[in-house]
């Protein structure tokens, strides 16, 4: 079975600061991994993807995420946060065959200080 | 990105009554999905569809009903509404082929 772990439920950054949000998965088969963010009262948008091509795939609003299989890892990061980040990001991951299904992680409120 | 519509957008419901959640989309994808939220948890899948006439449970157990009789249309329905059903519903789509889900700006359910 597939999971996905982030750690802290809760990130608080300076605006201009790194952000880093950390997501560890488990699958018996090669992923696809996703990070998706909901802003509040609306669904989720995706942010970005890795489906075994390029290790570190570029997403939108400046936000990446490197796939590292020895460490089962797929970190999200931003070199300088803003205002308009804060929000719920989730880390999903699928199996690389057959039906996509996702299986989320419980999320990371990502909270930006002025 | 495919263009998904869910109504009610909010709903608060009397417990025991029956509620229709709608959920259409406009690309034509094959693949449909309901989850469901509850508020600052993770999302669980509770109903996904391959195309028309398919319907399968997902790894929620949920009262929940889906049906699928045309493309663009997946409605979820509760037949007898509980306090505890007090959840947001997540509508979502993928194409045939492709690996991307897109979901759309969910319904939150409120059983009082």
């Given at each position: 079975a ?12 300076s605006e201009?600061?790194?952000?880093l ?10 992923p696809?991994l ?8 609306q ?8 489906t075994?091509a ?18 089962t890892?797929f970190?999200l990061t931003k070199p300088s ?13 699928s199996e690389?065959?057959?039906f996509?299904k ?5 999320g990371?409120r990502?909270?930006?200080s002025? | 990105?495919?263009?998904i519509y869910?109504t009610?957008r909010y709903?608060?419901?009397?417990t025991?009554?029956k509620?229709?959640?709608e959920?259409?989309?406009?690309m ?6 309901w989850?469901q ?5 993770e999302?669980h899948?509770i109903?996904?569809?391959?195309g028309?006439n398919?319907t ?5 157990s949920?009262?929940?009903?889906v ?16 306090p505890?059903h ?17 979901f759309?700006?969910?319904s ?5």
């Amino acid at each position: 079975a597939q999971s996905v772990t982030q750690l802290g439920s809760h990130v608080s950054v300076s605006e201009g600061a790194l952000v880093l949000l950390r997501c560890n998965y488990s699958s018996s088969v090669p992923p696809y991994l996703f990070w998706y963010v909901q802003y509040p009262n609306q669904g989720l948008q995706l942010l970005l993807k890795y489906t075994s091509a390029a290790t570190l795939v570029k997403g939108i609003n400046g936000f990446e995420a490197e796939f590292k299989k020895s460490e089962t890892s797929f970190h999200l990061t931003k070199p300088s946060a803003h205002m308009s980040d804060a929000a719920e990001y989730f880390c999903a991951v699928s199996e690389n065959t057959g039906f996509q299904k996702l299986v989320f992680g419980t999320g990371t409120r990502l909270l930006v200080s002025p | 990105e495919a263009d998904i519509y869910q109504t009610p957008r909010y709903l608060v419901i009397g417990t025991g009554k029956k509620i229709t959640l709608e959920c259409s989309q406009t690309m034509g994808h094959d693949k449909m999905y309901w989850y469901q939220q509850d508020p600052g948890m993770e999302l669980h899948l509770i109903h996904y569809s391959y195309g028309v006439n398919s319907t399968e449970k997902g790894d929620l157990s949920s009262e929940s009903t889906v049906s699928r009789i045309r493309t663009e249309h997946f409605p979820l329905t509760l037949e007898s509404a509980r306090p505890s059903h007090t959840s947001q519903y997540l509508c979502a789509t993928g194409q045939p082929s492709g690996n991307t889900i897109y979901f759309g700006e969910g319904s939150w359910l409120t059983v009082v």
